[in-house]
């Protein structure tokens, strides 16, 4: 069955730059999503298709995919963007595999 | 405005029974497959099954497969998931995904109904 690993957890000071990563055997062969999660909420598509924004996402995400490793950055990180975050593929044998999902502190 | 609402969460005992519906609005449900997907507490989410549009194919997680049914209602706009045989382990919140159109990406998601299997 097809796997993603997720870092943890990853902190970013506010204003910089954070980096997410969703690790996966040939990953870049494939079309990655990500998910946004706030406590108590439901997911939030924040990225499809590697690198494309859903309406209302601001551009400060942004996404790639190449190689084993799938990049979801956040520039000028806020506070508001502190949340747990999910990464997605479809997979001809598992079907839907998310990552573990990593949890983005704000400092 | 696309709106997903889940209903028919509970405390159930293991071994018991659950039905989980997810009522659809502000779009036409027939055209897209639709997903429920699992998030137990603390953790990760978990894909537990799909259905395409016409209910010509259903997909369900090594998981739950033989236990869970899941079924549409493309007149009523509603979606369903029939849980049997229910285990401890199967408590969580259960979030119904419409589908992208041909790129298996999920939004909307719906705001999630809490299952909770406990003696």
């Known amino acids: 069955s097809y796997e993603l690993t997720q870092p943890l957890s990853v902190s970013v000071a506010l204003g910089q730059t954070a980096r997410i990563t969703c690790g996966g055997n040939?990953?870049?062969?494939?079309?990655v999503h990500w998910y946004q999660q706030k406590p108590g909420q439901a997911p939030v598509l924040v990225i499809y298709r590697d690198s494309n924004r859903p309406s209302g996402i601001p551009e400060r995400f942004s996404g790639s995919n190449s190689g084993n490793t799938a990049t979801l950055t956040i520039s000028r990180a806020q506070a508001g963007d502190e949340a747990d975050y999910y990464c997605q593929v479809w997979d001809s044998s598992t079907l839907v595999v998310f990552g573990g999902g990593t949890k983005l502190t704000v400092l | 405005e696309v709106q997903l609402v889940e209903s028919g969460g509970g405390l159930v005992k293991p071994g018991g029974s659950l039905r989980l519906s997810c009522a659809a609005s502000g779009f036409t449900f027939s055209n897209y497959n639709m997903n429920w997907v699992r998030q137990a507490p603390g953790r990760g989410l978990e894909w537990v099954s799909s259905?395409?549009?016409?209910?010509?194919?259903?997909y369900y997680a090594d998981s739950v497969k033989g236990r869970f049914t899941i079924s549409r209602d493309n007149a009523e706009n509603s979606l369903y998931l029939q849980m049997n045989s229910l285990r401890v382990e199967d408590t969580a919140v259960y979030y119904c995904a419409r589908d992208s159109t041909g790129g298996n990406w999920f939004d909307p998601w719906g705001q999630g109904t809490l299952v909770t299997v406990s003696s």
């Open positions: 259905i395409t549009s016409s209910s010509s194919s259903i």
């Open positions: 040939n990953i870049g062969s494939k079309n």
